[in-house]
C-alpha cells in the first residue's frame, strides 16, 4: 500500500484501520525498521525510523500509532526480554503476524505509571495477572500486551497473550483524536501466564522496561507531529493561494502570510529538533533521551499550532468532515498528552539543563 492509498478520513470516520490496511502495513516492512535483521526486521537506522513516521504522519496518525505501539514493545523485548522471548517475538512483531498492546495507563495511574494497582502473583510456575488497563492503542486487536503491574512489592512486566481466559477488551468508540487507532481498555480477570512470561525481574519494570517503550514511542511520535505540522503547512499554503476573495487571494494579505511564515517555521525547527535526536539515537549518545523528550515537545506543540491555524486558515473547508487539518487538529491534541505531557516534558528538559550546569559546576 502507497501513502497515496490510504484512506484516512473514512478509517477515522468508522473508527477502524482495515485488516487490509494492517496487513499492507507489515507486508511494506514498516512494523519492523529498526528490528535487527537477524530477527526479521529491517535493521534501519533511528532516522530511517524518523523520516518513515514523518511521511506516514503526514496522512494518517492512526497508522503511524500502529507503528508506534508495535515498535514500543519490540524496543521493549529487543532490550529486556530473554533470548527466547526476542527469538520468538520480535520476527513475529516484524511481520505483523502478532500485533502488540502496551498495557500501563490505568484510571489512577496516567502520568504516574508508579501508581499501577494491576498484581501479578506468583502460584507456582504460573504468574496471575488481575487489573484494569485504559486507552491501549489498537487494544482491540492485539494478540499480545506488556502489562506493568505489581510483584512482590516491586514494578514488573510480563507478556499476556489476548487469547488466555480472563482478558477482555472494551473498545473505546469516538474519542478526541486517533480514531482508527481502535482504542480499548482491557481488563485482566485473574490470568494465569508461564513465569518466563516475565520481562525482566521485579524491579526493572518502569525504570527499565517501560522507559525504553516510553522513550521509543516518544520518538516515533515526535516525527509523526513532525510530518502533521508540515502537511498543515502545505495545506494553509496551497489553499490561500488557490482561494479568492473579491479576486484577490487569501495569501495576499500581510496577517495570512504572517501565520504561513510562523507555521512554516515552527514546523521546520520541530523536524530539525527530530533529525537532532534521531543522530543522538543512532550515536548512542548519553543525552539521546533528552534530545527524544525535547523533540516530541516541540513537535507535538508545532503539530498542535500548525494544524490549528491551518483550520483557521481554511474556514469552513477546514471544518468539512474529509479536512485533514482538522483530524489533525483533533489528534495533535492527543499527542501532546501521550508519551508524557507537554507539562512533564518541561520539568525533564529543565531537569536535564540544570543538571548539565550543576556537572559543569562541579568541574
Known sequence: MELGEFDATAWDERGVLPLEAREAVAGAGWLGTDIPVEYGGGGGSQRELGELCAEVGAVCGSVR?????????SAAIGRWGTDAQRADLLPALAAGDQL??????????????????????????QLVVTGEKRWITFGQEATVFLVLGSLDGALATVLVEADR?????EPVRGQ???RAAMIAHVRFDGVRVPMENLVAPAGFGLSHVVATALDHGRFTVAWGCAGMAAACVDDAAAHTTRRRQRGTPLASHELVRSVLARMAVDATAARQLCAAAASAR?????????????AKYAAARAAASASQDAVQLLGSAGCAPDSRAGRFFRDAKVMQIIEGSDQVSELHIAEHLLRQHRAEGVA
Not at 65 to 73: D, P, S, Y
Not at 103 to 121: C, H, I, K, N, W
Not at 282 to 294: F, L, Q, R, S, Y
Request: aromatic share 2%.
Open 100 to 125: 502488540a498492546g502496551f498495557a500501563a495507563t490505568e484510571a489512577g495511574a496516567g502520568t504516574e505509571l508508579s501508581a499501577v494497582d494491576t498484581r501479578l502473583e506468583r502460584d507456582g510456575d
Open 65 to 73: 500509532a500502529l507503528i508506534t505501539v508495535q515498535g514500543m514493545v
Open 165 to 169: 481466559a480472563g482478558v477482555r477488551a
Open 176 to 178: 478526541l483524536g486517533l
Open 282 to 294: 543512532d550515536a548512542k549518545e548519553p543525552g539521546a533521551v533528552a534530545a527524544t523528550v525535547m
